[in-house]
């Protein structure tokens, strides 16, 4: 059995006095890719945000790497190698693509910029341009190049394809799946896009109601119509 990379532990966690998590509990091997999925406002987001030390936990552990960092700091969470690609993108709107990029260098080399274009051209094509005048794609693949310039060993995607073009999604998830194919990076993916995930996931949760209601592969998934529909809300999948 591959070791564990990501050990996830009966964590419990919300905001303030709102609890969401309840005793959510799972494994991820080094180099897999965990698709997270679930219908609305049903803590998809909540969980990535409490992996990267974001909410409040009431109980359960994390731990990376064979280190329980549920007692960290975000930052310090994210120099253990947890990179967090928050839904709103969060990029410095009047900042250029460069200097965002910079922010991610931490301690390396500029020349480590380059990898970021080499994974995303668009952004070298638009290096002077502003963070405010990026398109939706431009600014994810911003968020994301800024969060691998770190070089983390677990990436939390949290709906990285909302309100993009689809030709932006497919050119993004190639992105994910090189990723994650060097066996180097872990990614956990939340996405509304059932499908995109499940053709990137070699694993799959769903959350109904801060618990993971089902748990399995995604042919498994596929064989479950019934899962699908009661759990996703959707007729199935093809
Ligand atoms: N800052 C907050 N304070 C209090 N409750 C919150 C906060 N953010 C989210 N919630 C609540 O936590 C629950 C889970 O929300 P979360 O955003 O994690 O769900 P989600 O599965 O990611 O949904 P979506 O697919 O719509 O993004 C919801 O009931 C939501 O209202």
């Given at each position: 059995m591959t070791a564990a990379l990501l050990d996830v532990a009966d964590l419990c966690a919300g905001y303030g006095p709102t609890r969401v998590l309840e005793n959510v509990s799972f494994s991820v091997p080094a180099g897999s890719r965990l698709a997270v999925l679930g219908r609305n406002g049903m803590g998809k987001t909540t969980l990535l945000a409490t992996l990267a030390g974001q909410t409040r936990r009431y109980g359960g552990a994390i731990t990376l790497g064979g280190t329980e960092i549920s007692h960290l700091e975000s930052s310090s969470r994210a120099r253990s190698g947890l990179g967090y690609?928050?839904?709103?993108?969060?990029?410095?709107?009047?900042?250029?693509?460069?200097?965002?990029?910079?922010?991610?260098?931490?301690?390396?080399?500029?020349?480590?910029?380059?990898?970021?274009?080499?994974?995303?051209?668009?952004?070298?094509?638009?290096?002077?341009?502003l963070g405010s005048q990026l398109s939706g794609g431009e600014q994810q693949m911003l968020s994301t190049a800024r969060t691998i310039l770190g070089?983390?060993?677990?990436?939390?995607?949290?709906?990285?394809?909302?309100?993009?073009?689809?030709?932006?999604?497919?050119?993004?998830?190639?992105?994910?799946?090189?990723?994650?194919?060097?066996?180097?990076?872990?990614?956990?993916?939340?996405?509304?896009?059932?499908?995109?995930?499940?053709?990137?996931?070699?694993?799959?949760?769903?959350l109904e109601r801060g618990r993971i209601a089902w748990s399995g592969t995604p042919a498994e998934l596929a064989g479950q119509p019934e899962v699908v529909e009661r759990l996703l809300g959707v007729g199935g999948l093809h």
């Amino acid at each position: 059995m591959t070791a564990a990379l990501l050990d996830v532990a009966d964590l419990c966690a919300g905001y303030g006095p709102t609890r969401v998590l309840e005793n959510v509990s799972f494994s991820v091997p080094a180099g897999s890719r965990l698709a997270v999925l679930g219908r609305n406002g049903m803590g998809k987001t909540t969980l990535l945000a409490t992996l990267a030390g974001q909410t409040r936990r009431y109980g359960g552990a994390i731990t990376l790497g064979g280190t329980e960092i549920s007692h960290l700091e975000s930052s310090s969470r994210a120099r253990s190698g947890l990179g967090y690609v928050p839904q709103a993108r969060c990029i410095f709107a009047a900042l250029t693509v460069e200097e965002n990029l910079f922010v991610g260098l931490k301690d390396r080399q500029r020349s480590a910029i380059d990898e970021a274009y080499q994974m995303f051209p668009r952004l070298k094509e638009r290096r002077r341009n502003l963070g405010s005048q990026l398109s939706g794609g431009e600014q994810q693949m911003l968020s994301t190049a800024r969060t691998i310039l770190g070089r983390p060993s677990v990436l939390l995607l949290d709906e990285p394809l909302e309100g993009l073009a689809p030709v932006i999604c497919e050119e993004l998830m190639a992105v994910f799946s090189k990723l994650a194919s060097g066996g180097e990076m872990t990614v956990i993916l939340v996405e509304q896009r059932i499908q995109s995930a499940l053709d990137f996931a070699d694993h799959a949760i769903i959350l109904e109601r801060g618990r993971i209601a089902w748990s399995g592969t995604p042919a498994e998934l596929a064989g479950q119509p019934e899962v699908v529909e009661r759990l996703l809300g959707v007729g199935g999948l093809h």
